[in-house]
């Protein structure tokens, strides 16, 4: 099973009255969304933040993008995402779930909703009990089968920056002690800080994935029974770094992160899959 993640891409709206940023704007995610969508895999991942503002343009503009491909497209939502308008105007713009489960014959997919609605002063994350209990239920379920948790905040005091103001799932929220409940592997992959960042605890193996605009590249996840490997892809298109400086000198509600990178330990591990136990390399 293959898997392409995408971390924030922030699409967003460009003044028309500005020819040049329309023209980056156009230019840039027109070519990172078609080699998103052209690589290979079950399924592709949009760990929230896909558009800047959640405006309904931005929404419908993306999604034509991502519809010129046939591919199993699943977008968890971001703080961004629900800024605009309510979630569920959001959610009937995308065609998708709030939350969701998918099991397959390798692993167990969870797609969370951590984000809030229309909170400009609050960027953090929530989880409300009913989706916590829901998440329990589904953790007992997959029994020691892999189970891979998609979401747009982090779990506090796991990768980098989820220790900082508003950068996580609130400290006070329970999903630890959820998470927790799980018997062999979990991953839990998030973006919302814009840095890459591996870390561990316990049985879980914690991934996110820095935004699109500040470093050209997605995650690829490939699960086998023996192992779960997770890869860095750099896109190479030199046209992509002439737009973004474009970008930045015009967009609003972003800002480009410095050492979004880390390190190399910060991109890519192997997780190795031993009778329901794991242990990461």
């Known amino acids: 099973m293959k898997l392409i993640l995408m971390g924030d891409l922030h699409y967003h709206q460009a003044d028309e009255a500005v020819p040049e940023w329309l023209e980056a704007r156009d230019e840039f995610y027109r070519i990172l969304v078609d080699r998103y969508m052209a690589l290979e895999g079950d399924a592709h991942i949009a760990l929230g933040d896909l558009t800047n503002y959640g405006r309904t343009e931005e929404l419908q503009e993306v999604y034509r993008l991502i519809n010129r491909h046939t591919r199993n497209f699943y977008h968890v939502l971001g703080n961004h995402d629900l800024y605009a308008q309510p979630r569920k105007r959001v959610l009937e713009l995308t065609g998708q779930a709030r939350y969701r489960s998918l099991e397959t014959d390798e692993a167990v997919l969870v797609f969370l909703d951590t984000a809030k609605e229309m909170d400009f002063e609050d960027w953090g994350g929530v989880v409300d009990d009913r989706q916590l209990a829901w998440l329990s239920d589904v953790i007992d379920a997959s029994g020691e089968k892999p189970l891979l948790v998609f979401a747009h905040h982090p779990v506090y005091d796991t990768t980098a920056r989820s220790t900082t103001e508003k950068a996580s799932v609130h400290k006070d929220i329970p999903l630890w002690t959820v ?12 973006g919302h800080t814009h840095v890459d ?3 561990r605890k316990e049985n879980w193996t914690f991934v996110q994935v ?3 605009l500040d470093q050209h590249a997605f995650r690829v996840v490939e699960i086998s029974g023996s192992e779960i490997r997770i890869s860095a892809l750099d896109v190479d298109a030199p046209e992509l770094h002439l737009q973004t400086p474009v970008i930045f000198r ?13 390190t190399e330990l910060d991109r890519e591990t192997v997780i190795t899959l031993v009778r329901g136990a794991e242990a990461a390399m």
């Open 179 to 190: 998470l927790q409940r799980k018997k062999g592997a979990g991953v839990y992959f998030n």
């Open 197 to 199: 960042s591996i870390a």
């Open 210 to 212: 820095s935004a699109c």
């Open 250 to 262: 015009h967009m609003e509600h972003f800002r480009p992160t410095p050492e979004e990178r880390g």
